[in-house]
């Protein structure tokens, strides 16, 4: 697929089609996940001074950031802009994004990434580690109660049909 030229106020923008991401989202893991504070997104005085488009940058990073523990490689102010659904004729007023981000102290700039701060304190709470420990004994159990009731069955089984071998 052919890459479509668009011009927007004399300036001439490619962008990558769909089929094609950016070299950043290439190797997503698409069933990564990160904890997001709703309540917190909501009320804060930083996230509440950015406008809708920006907001929009916001949450795009860091779903990119949530692949990578925080940190976001060779992403491109034109990338994320594209990436966060900004229409071509608003481009321009968006390019300092970054820099805002920079300037609010949401984000570090470091050769060429982008590093959320504060990301490992937000995405672990005192009971992670309870509840993995948990799930890992109720997987243990869940298997065993299965073969319990495996074998049960197949002693039930045998009882009603003595000819058949098992």
């Not at 697929?1 to 923008?13: D, E, I, N, T």
């Amino acid at each position: 697929m052919a890459l479509q030229p668009l011009w927007v106020g004399g300036k001439r923008y490619t962008f990558r089609p769909v089929s094609n991401p950016p070299p950043c989202i290439n190797k997503l893991d698409m069933n990564k996940w990160f904890k997001f504070w709703g309540g917190e997104y909501l009320s804060d005085p930083k996230i509440l001074s950015l406008d809708a488009n920006e907001r929009s940058c916001w949450v795009t990073l860091l779903c990119m950031a949530g692949q990578d523990k925080g940190v976001v490689k060779y992403l491109t102010v034109d990338m994320l802009i594209t990436l966060s659904g900004i229409r071509p004729e608003n481009i321009e007023k968006y390019k300092g994004v970054l820099d805002k981000f920079k300037k609010l102290n949401l984000v570090t700039l470091s050769n060429g990434n982008v590093i959320i701060k504060n990301w490992s304190k937000r995405q672990m709470s005192e009971s992670y580690d309870r509840v993995k420990r948990f799930r890992e004994k109720r997987s243990v159990t869940d298997n065993v109660t299965q073969t319990r009731l495996d074998k049960i069955r197949l002693d039930k089984i045998k009882k009603e049909n003595p000819l058949k071998t098992f």
